[in-house]
């Protein structure tokens, strides 16, 4: 059973960074593509970035563009969310999802999960 396991949230001042790590417990080759997500308490949860593990070619949500980055380390079968110029609306817990058929941007497309990791961001 494939898992994947997130690490580096925690709690940082607005325009802080953080970095969120997910480690592959299998062959990220054997995924198509993977994502970062966040649920906010008492919202939906939503694509926050996604990667192609072949090609690496991203995609981010418009309120993360120019302060997220992903990227992958298929040596490592680490997928990675660099997260700088952090907001208080970025505030959530952040799932690593992984797919190995389509990569649009939204959870049932996913059919592999991490437990999540918190990140707050203080004002």
């Known amino acids: 059973q494939v898992q994947l396991v997130e690490s580096g949230g925690g709690s940082v001042q607005a325009e802080g960074s953080l970095r969120l790590s997910c480690a592959v417990s299998g062959n990220i080759r054997n995924f198509n593509c993977m994502a970062w997500f966040r649920q906010a308490p008492g919202k939906e949860r939503e694509g926050v970035a996604r990667?192609?593990?072949?090609?690496?070619?991203?995609y981010y949500r418009d309120s993360v563009k120019g302060r997220f980055t992903i990227s992958r380390d298929n040596t490592k079968n680490t997928v990675y969310l660099q997260m700088n110029s952090l907001k208080p609306e970025d505030t959530a817990m952040y799932y690593c999802?992984?797919?190995?058929?389509?990569?649009?941007?939204?959870?049932?497309?996913?059919?592999?999960w991490g437990q999540g990791t918190q990140v707050t961001v203080s004002s």
């Open positions: 999802a992984a797919s190995k058929t389509s990569c649009t941007l939204v959870s049932d497309n996913f059919a592999y």
């Open positions: 990667i192609y593990i072949g090609s690496g070619n991203p």
